[in-house]
C-alpha cells in the first residue's frame, strides 16, 4: 500500500479505455467550458451592472453562475490536458486540492438550489408578503449559509478520503478526484467512509431535493388555484428555469453518488459525472437567459440598445 507519510500522485484513466473517444471528448469538453466561461461571466456582468437586476433572485442567481466558474475551472483544464495526451497523472496535492473545492462547491450547489427554490415559493405563494420576507439581509445570509456549509462538509470528508491507503497501482478510474472513486482505489478497510459518504449524501443530496420536491408542491397548488392565464403564464415563468436546472443537476448527481456497485453503474457514473461537472455549469446560464425577458432586455441594454423594444 502507499505510504501515506511520503504520498505520491495518481493515475486518471477517465476515458482512457475509448481512445477513439477522447479526442471527441476534448472538443466537447474545451466548447462547453468556453461557454461556461462566456455565459456565467455575462450573468454575473448582468447581475452587477444593470440595476433592474437587483433582486433576490438574481442575487442568488449571480452566486450560481460564481460557483460554477469555480466549478468547472477546478477540474476542467485538468481534464483537458488528460483527454489530449498520454499523460494522465495528477499529484497528490493537486489531487487534494481538487477534491476540497470540488466537495465544496457541489455541496454549496446542493443547499444553494434549495434556497432559490425556497425563493421562488415565496415569490408564488406569498406575492404580497415577498419582499418583507426574502430582504437584502436574509438573502446573505442564505448564501453564506450555502458557501459555509459547502466549506464544512469539505474540511469534515476530505481528510478521511485522503487518509486511506490507496492501492500500489495509483488508477483511480474516474476523470477527477471524487470520493466514490477514491474509496473504490483502497486496499484497506472502507466502511467509515462509505458510511460517511451515505450519510452525507442524504443530508447534502436526499433532504434538500426533498425540500425542493415540498417547495414546489406547494407552487403547483397555488398555481392550481390560478384562474387567470396570464398569472399561470407569470407563474410557470418565475419558476420553469429554476426546475430545469434543479432536474439535470440532481439527476446527475443522484447518478454519480447514489449509483449501485457493479462495472455497468460505474462505468455509466462517469459520463454522468462528466455532465455534472461540464453539462450543467454549462447549460444554467443558457437556460436562464433563453427563458427569461428580463436578462436578455438587460443584455441589450448592456450593448446600449433599447432592451423592451427587443423583447416585444
Not at 143 to 162: D, E, F, R
Not at 192 to 200: D, G, K, P, T
Not at 261 to 270: F, H, L, M, S, T
Amino acid at each position: 500500500m502507499v505510504n501515506q507519510s511520503s504520498p505520491v500522485g495518481f493515475l486518471l484513466l477517465g476515458f482512457s479505455e475509448h481512445p477513439h473517444l477522447e479526442k471527441v471528448l476534448f472538443v466537447v469538453v474545451l466548447c462547453s467550458y468556453l461557454l461556461t466561461l462566456l455565459g456565467n461571466t455575462l450573468i454575473l456582468l448582468l447581475s452587477t451592472l444593470d440595476p433592474r437586476l437587483h433582486s433576490p433572485m438574481y442575487f442568488f442567481l449571480s452566486n450560481l453562475s460564481f460557483l460554477d466558474l469555480c466549478f468547472t475551472t477546478t477540474c476542467v483544464p485538468q481534464m483537458l490536458l488528460n483527454l489530449w495526451g498520454p499523460a494522465k497523472t495528477i499529484s497528490f496535492l493537486g489531487c487534494s486540492v481538487q477534491l476540497f473545492i470540488f466537495l465544496s462547491l457541489g455541496t454549496t450547489e446542493c443547499i444553494l438550489l434549495t434556497v432559490m427554490a425556497f425563493d421562488r415559493y415565496v415569490a408564488v405563494c406569498q406575492p404580497l408578503h415577498y419582499a418583507t420576507i426574502i430582504h437584502p439581509r436574509l438573502c446573505w445570509k442564505l448564501a453564506g449559509m450555502a458557501w459555509m456549509m459547502g466549506l464544512l462538509q469539505s474540511i469534515v470528508q476530505t481528510p478521511p478520503t485522503l487518509r486511506l491507503p490507496f492501492c500500489p497501482h495509483r488508477q483511480i478510474d474516474d476523470f477527477l478526484c471524487e470520493v466514490p472513486s477514491l474509496i473504490r482505489l483502497s486496499c484497506g478497510d472502507t466502511t467509515f467512509n462509505e458510511i460517511q459518504l451515505a450519510v452525507s449524501s442524504v443530508i447534502l443530496v436526499v433532504v434538500p431535493l426533498s425540500l425542493i420536491l415540498v417547495s414546489y408542491s406547494a407552487i403547483a397548488r397555488a398555481v392550481l388555484r390560478i384562474n387567470s392565464a396570464e398569472a399561470w403564464k407569470k407563474a410557470l415563468g418565475t419558476c420553469s428555469s429554476h426546475l430545469i436546472v434543479v432536474t439535470l443537476f440532481y439527476s446527475s448527481v443522484i447518478a454519480v453518488y447514489l449509483q449501485p456497485k457493479n462495472p455497468y453503474a460505474q462505468e455509466r457514473g462517469k459520463f454522468f459525472g462528466l455532465f455534472y461537472a461540464v453539462g450543467t455549469p454549462t447549460l444554467n446560464p443558457l437556460i436562464y437567459t433563453l427563458r427569461n425577458k428580463e436578462v436578455k432586455r438587460a443584455f441589450w441594454r448592456m450593448l446600449g440598445k433599447d432592451g423592451d423594444s427587443k423583447n416585444t
